[in-house]
């Protein structure tokens, strides 16, 4: 999973080792903070590396949850209920720093790549920290 801070050192590099090392993955976080990208320049620089990098989009699996179908007894607290995407990403958010909400984006990042069992590619100090310590394999971009 390569966040958007590997996504700029990919750019600046001009180069990716992680091609040859297996298949990429993204969320759809990495494009959003792309397309706020201020300079128009580097934002369409910055698209054409993303789209170079072919990466497949991790989305969060909707699930519609109905108690009657299960007789009412099941909640998304039972065990065997799979965790679906933001549920530990409100924790890694403020594990990252006290402004929570700046971390959000990063934070559901850590998470679509620790619920999908892949390797965070990060340049992110901070995230790469985090997301080891919530069990997520990290590769830091020098």
């Not at 792309?34 to 910055?46: E, G, N, V, Y």
């Not at 909640?75 to 990403?89: A, H, N, P």
Request: net charge negative; aromatic share 8%.
């Amino acid at each position: 999973m390569l966040d958007t801070s590997a996504i700029n050192r990919i750019h600046d590099a001009g180069e990716c080792e992680w091609l040859l090392r297996g298949p990429l993955y993204v969320t759809e976080i990495q494009l959003q903070e792309i397309a706020q990208t201020h300079d128009p320049d580097r934002r369409a620089s910055l698209l054409a590396t993303f789209m170079s990098l072919r990466p497949t989009v991790v989305r969060p699996q909707g699930r519609v949850f109905n108690p009657e179908f299960f007789g009412g007894g099941f909640t998304l607290d039972d065990e065997d209920y799979s965790l679906s995407l933001g549920r530990v990403m409100p924790l890694i958010a403020a594990s990252m720093g006290s402004r929570v909400e700046k971390y959000f984006p990063d934070a559901l990042i850590a998470e679509a790549t620790l619920t999908s069992n892949l390797t965070l590619v990060t340049a992110d100090r901070r995230l790469a920290r985090v997301g080891r310590s919530f069990g997520t394999r990290v590769e830091e971009v020098p």
